[in-house]
């Protein structure tokens, strides 16, 4: 069984930092593409980055380019987002989520994605 547990949400006041982690399990970590996306109540889900497998190619919206960074260990089966210089509409539940792909593709659409993580809440306020 696919296991993806994400973690390291919070709550960070406007202008900071988080990391957030996702940790899988029943999978060959190397041979899926890793994508992070985020759900507002009453809003799509949104692809906010992805990061590929052999060729280790990057995927981020518009929203979060620059600030956000996407990274993976394989050897630790754990694909991180570094979220820098956060603001209040970055407030919302975070997912992970895996596909197998040998493509080298990275996608941003949650219909490319089969298994997926129970999210981490993550709160920018002051």
């Known amino acids: 069984e696919v296991q993806l547990q994400a973690s390291g949400g919070g709550l960070v006041q406007p202008g900071g930092s988080l990391r957030l982690s996702c940790t899988a399990s029943?999978?060959?970590?190397?041979?899926?593409?890793m994508g992070w996306f985020r759900q507002v109540p009453g809003k799509e889900r949104e692809g906010i980055s992805c990061?590929?497998?052999?060729?280790?190619?990057?995927g981020y919206a518009d929203s979060v380019k620059g600030r956000f960074a996407i990274s993976r260990d394989n050897a630790k089966k754990t694909v991180y987002l570094q979220m820098n210089n956060l603001n209040p509409d970055d407030t919302a539940n975070y997912y992970c989520a895996a596909t197998y792909d040998y493509s080298g593709t990275c996608y941003l659409q949650a219909i490319e994605y089969g298994h997926w993580g129970q999210g981490t809440q993550v709160t920018v306020s002051s």
């Open positions: 990061i590929s497998t052999v060729n280790g190619r990057l």
């Open positions: 029943g999978l060959s970590f190397g041979d899926y593409t």
